[in-house]
Each structure stands twice: as structure tokens, then as C-alpha cells.
């Protein structure tokens, strides 16, 4: 290898945003890198739901493969696209400080909150944790399914007659968005919303050594801990999850959620605190065992 990072993204607007910052911040400290954008699976197909794909990874594996086979030397990805468990070979070497990690309702016209209680809305998400969380608040609402990148799902609430539609915060501020009304949710985000996670070969010492300066090691324990809380209930049920950790004056604090799906009025949720000297990993894997016998006692 010659000296040059070689950074693999997806080809979308917001990956590519995020190569760039973090192509941005290696230049800082003097390493120079070159972008290879990619065309992932989950870009090409964009008809089917996501959940429905089964796949686990969809939007990762094809930059999974070029690390694999060392056609770049990193992959940068938003965090919570990435799977609880990577392909061998591969681990996540830095994580850099979190951004936005809300949900924001997007609309054409500005909205009321009286009129989301009054009228019956269409809200459009392709995201099964926000349809669940928008109907256990708006039960009386319609959720139209929504697929694409942030470009794509903007243009598609411009065309049509939907009231609002749900994005990351993250993502609207990266790109700029402009000319569209946007409330933030006070919904928990999926695990690792906002984050962004540098995947790199786990022999290739070198390189992750050079990505050390990038890692924020609050928000990557914070995200670590959220996918544990993930990988633990996906193991007991399918349900729509949603879960946030932080941490402020050295103490963290832990909230989960998930929902039934076929009654989103029922949610299962925990909220703890937790010490950065424990073992936080066990300690929210205990929580979300918990939460599952909670569930099967409720069946
Ligand atoms: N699901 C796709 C995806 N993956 C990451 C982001 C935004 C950035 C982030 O949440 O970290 C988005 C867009 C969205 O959910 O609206």
C-alpha cells in the first residue's frame, strides 16, 4: 500500500457527505486519502421494505467485500446500518463523535399539533420502529411506506399529497436541506442513529492505528451498548426497537423500547443508569432479557 487512505462509501449524497468528513478529518492530521464510492444492494432495489428483505447488512456487504479483498482500506458507514455482527475479518476501528441522533417529521406546509390529533394524517416511512412509534402517538393516523435515500424520499413528499414524512435529523443537517418544514421527534432513535462507523481490516494494524485519533470513546461505547441492547431482543422476537445511551458528567444513562407488532398501543420499555467502570454490556443485556420475560408473561 502506498500512503493514501483509501476510503470505500455507498454512492448516495449523505454517504458520500460522510466519507468526506471523515477524508476531512484524516487530511487534518496530515494523511491523505482518496473516496471509491460504491453501489450498494439496498440503493438498487428500492421497492421493498427493508424488513422484508431479510438481508442483514444490505446497505455494508458489497463495501464488506471490496475491504475483503482490499480494494479500499476503510469503509465508512452510518452506524446504525451497520450490523450487530460484522463479517469476519472486519471490526469497526474508530467511531467519531455522534451527531443529531433525533427523528424530524418533514412537511410541505407547516403543521400544528392540533392538527395531528384532529385529522387524519398520512405519514409516510418505509421504517417499521417509526410507523410503530408515530401510531402508538397517532393511532388514528395512515402510514404510506417510503423507500429511497434523503434525496429520494424528499423528492417523492414534494410529489405527493402526504402530510409529513420522517427522516433522521442527522441526515437533513448533512445535506443542507432547505424549502420543507421539519419538527424534531421526541422519539427514542434506532441504535446508533447519527453515529458513523469506520470499518477497517482487523490484521491491517497500520491503518487502525491512524484511525485511533478519530475515535470519540463515549459515543462509541454509547453505540456499542445500544447494538448489544439490539442484538439481545432481535434474538427473542422481531419487534420494532428503538434505544438510547448517554452519558453526561460520567454517568450513563440507558432508555429502550420495543413494540408488538401487530398492536403498536403496546410498548415494552426500560430506562437505567449505568456506570462507565461496570460492565455496561452485561448490564443492558440483563435489561433487555428482562424485557423479553416481560413480553412472554404479557403473551
Ligand atoms: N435508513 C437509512 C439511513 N441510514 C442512516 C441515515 C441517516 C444518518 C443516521 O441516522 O445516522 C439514514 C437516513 C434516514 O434514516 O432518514
Redesign the pocket.
Known sequence: MNNVIRIGTRDSR?ALWQAEFVAKTLQKIGIPTEIIPVKSQGDINLTTPLYEMGIQGIFTKTLDVALIENKIDIAVH????VPTTLPKGLVIAAVPERGNYTDSLVSKKQIEVRELFESKCIIATG?VRRKAQWLHSYPHHHIEPLRGN?LTRLQKLETHGWDGAI??S??LQRLEIKGFYSYELPFLP?PG???LAIVAREEDEKIRAMLEPLHHSETGLCVSLEKTFLKTLEGGCSAPIACLATVENKRGYFRGEFYELKNFSKVYTTEFHFSLNDDAHQIVKNKAIQLLKKKKNYD
Open positions: 449523505l452510518s452506524y446504525k446500518d421504517s434523503v427522516f433522521a442527522a441526515g434506532a442513529q447519527g453515529a
